[in-house]
């Protein structure tokens, strides 16, 4: 198994099973169109592909800037087929992030997790990362 980077059109929807697994709501038809939107803005699509071709873990990060962080990597996406789950190839990814941060020179990494997420929240903690904050969302058609 390797990690890679995608590039390609065949390479970022090699990735839709995995990522589909976190985000059920995309849909396979427009998931290279949705990367490649999210590309221009810097998105990252890394992925886990084993000796056969098949990519059973994904993750979609960035690399930014914020005045109160300073340089960081965001983690948008990280998800691996319940069927691959506990093999290490989250970690792999984490560690492939943290490595890349490290090497541009990034102050820290960053993810948000859903609150029901008990397991992932493990993951992240064996993982070294602390909660820091509580996120806050204002969905707009909510409040129309």
């Known amino acids: 198994m390797i990690i890679r980077i995608a590039s390609t059109d065949e390479e970022i929807q090699k990735c839709f099973p995995a990522i589909h697994a976190l985000r059920p709501f995309l849909k396979e038809d427009e998931f290279v169109s949705r990367i490649r939107r999210l590309m221009k803005d810097g998105f990252i699509l890394a ?52 490595d890349l941060a490290k090497k541009e020179d990034c102050a820290s990494v960053h993810l948000d997790s859903g609150v029901q997420r008990f397991a992932a929240h493990r993951f992240y903690l064996k993982k070294k990362f602390d909660i820091v904050s509580h996120h806050f969302a204002l969905h707009l058609k909510s409040i129309e």
């Open 47 to 98: 992925y886990v592909e084993m000796e056969d071709g098949s990519v059973p873990a994904a993750s979609g990060f960035r690399i930014e800037e914020m005045l109160h962080r300073g340089k960081s990597i965001y983690i948008d996406e990280l998800s691996t087929l319940e069927s691959a789950r506990s093999k290490g190839l989250g970690g792999m990814l984490i560690d492939y992030i943290i």
